[in-house]
């Protein structure tokens, strides 16, 4: 089992572009989670998808948006990039049963860079 | 809004001695709280956790302790071990919505 993965590993950008990060679950979970950890800080919640629907969401603006496919894969994407953006991208996969916080993966995360 | 906060960026601790790591929230309507630990160029990983309807939760050498009335909790490690050197992130949520994450605080254990 691969766990959770996530592509591409590092990414830079400039202002104003469009950016999309993905993510493949771990085998047998149906639920993505996307964070946003800022450098000196911890991870930020940005939305959860289940059912190929966005669930939940934090504090995150509308520029943020997401997808996830029938075979439970995620999309991320940023429009208009600025400089705060750039952070590394979590994403998280759980089974919708159990505890959402003790089940979920972390996969190693998307660098990304706004210059 | 840092509704969770870990006041320690690091921590270091001799081997075979007891790792205490610490972390306040403001915010009351928090039932749930993790612990996560996190390696370099990996994802965190689930630690432990506890609700607010405990004061304690233990797992081998990992006990989390929660003190409502003060909205702090505290991990402890006994004994700690050189594998134990990682960032450490305490988490909270509202009935399993929107977690909340502290910025970690970073653990040395040395041999």
């Known amino acids: 089992d691969a766990g959770v993965t996530q592509s591409p590993t590092h990414l830079i950008k400039t202002r104003g572009q469009q950016v999309t990060l993905r993510c493949s679950p771990k085998s047998g979970h149906d639920t993505v989670s996307w964070y946003q950890q800022a450098l000196g800080q911890g991870p930020q919640f940005i939305f959860q998808y289940y059912e190929e629907e966005e669930r939940q969401r934090g504090n995150f603006p509308d520029r943020f948006s997401g997808h996830q496919f029938p075979n439970y894969s995620s999309e991320l994407n940023v429009n208009a990039l600025l400089l705060g953006d750039s952070a590394l991208y979590l994403c998280?996969?759980?089974?919708?049963?159990?505890?959402?916080?003790?089940?979920?993966?972390f996969g190693p995360g998307t660098r990304l860079l706004v210059l | 809004d840092q509704q969770v906060k870990q006041n320690s960026p690091s921590l270091s601790v001799q081997e075979g001695r007891i790792s205490i790591l610490n972390c306040d929230y403001t915010n009351s309507m928090f039932d749930y709280f993790l612990w996560y630990k996190k390696y370099p160029a990996e994802g965190p990983t689930f630690l432990i956790s506890i609700s607010s309807i405990k004061d304690k939760n233990e797992d081998g050498r990992f006990t989390v302790f929660l003190n409502k009335s003060a909205k702090h909790l505290s991990l402890h490690i006994v004994p700690s071990q050189p594998g134990d050197s990682a960032v450490y992130f305490c988490?909270?949520?509202?009935?399993?919505?929107?977690?909340?994450f502290g910025a970690g605080t970073r653990l040395t254990v040395k041999p």
């Open positions: 998280a996969s759980s089974p919708r049963q159990g505890g959402w916080g003790e089940t979920q993966y």
């Open positions: 988490a909270a949520s509202v009935n399993n919505n929107d977690m909340r």
